[in-house]
């Protein structure tokens, strides 16, 4: 998503060298996305829950992501 | 010392012998020599450079680039890194991929995907997701958070 809109953009962390951020947005489980360090989502969804989390985080109508 | 054995390096060939264009692989660290400050020191940075060191060398479309914290600390600002060791994947342009850790393992295969990503520009989305990310007007910064696998 990120190569298909320039205002997109994606990092891939791996906890295990950034243990502060465990606590800092409260991970569980694995993977976790956080959006606009705002709003989040756990796990693999499909696609189209993934584009309505990155629609609500870009100020689009919705509901989906948890906050 | 090679990280990847023979074996890996062939089965990393592989992967990108489908690689479509050119990717640079920025890579920022802290090389050393500066001040470590306890429980913050780069533990992976020296091992993460020479696998990518490896990664780079299995394909010709592949450079490294490589950031010290210290010395360059504008490239750090430049391509939004705040945090090493930190990996931007660039192709013919830069689309805002990052990955921050060290690829080993199964993240590898994931890192590699990127790189074929990148490198064909194409993300291989849906055609109506690629639609609604064409309305996209304010910034958007996701990030993965993962533990190796």
């Keep these: ?67 | 010392m090679h990280l990847l054995s023979e074996r890996d390096a062939d089965a990393v060939r592989a992967r990108l012998a489908p690689l479509a264009g050119p990717v640079r692989l920025v890579f920022f660290t802290d090389g050393g020599g500066g001040i470590i400050v306890p429980g913050r020191e780069c533990r992976s940075c020296g091992e993460t450079q020479r696998l990518l060191e490896d990664v780079a060398s299995c394909s010709e479309l592949l450079t490294l680039e490589v950031h010290d914290r210290l010395r360059d600390s504008d490239a750090f600002a430049r391509y939004g890194i705040d945090k090493i060791p930190g990996l931007a994947l660039v192709g013919a342009a830069d689309y805002g991929i990052r990955y921050y850790g060290m690829p080993a393992g199964y993240e590898l295969r994931l890192m590699l995907e990127l790189v074929l990503d990148v490198g064909r520009g194409d993300g291989e989305l849906l055609p109506e997701t690629r639609a609604a990310l064409t309305g996209v007007a304010q910034d958007v910064h996701l990030q993965v958070l993962s533990t190796p696998t």
């Design chain 1, 1 to 67: 998503m990120a190569i298909a809109a320039p205002l997109i953009r994606a990092d891939i962390v791996d906890l295990t060298e950034f243990r502060d951020l465990v606590t800092r947005y409260a991970v569980q489980g694995v993977p976790k996305t956080i959006l606009n360090d705002r709003l989040y989502f756990d796990g693999v969804l499909p696609e189209p829950e993934v584009l309505a989390a990155v629609l609500q985080a870009a100020g689009h109508p919705g509901e989906e992501a948890g906050t």
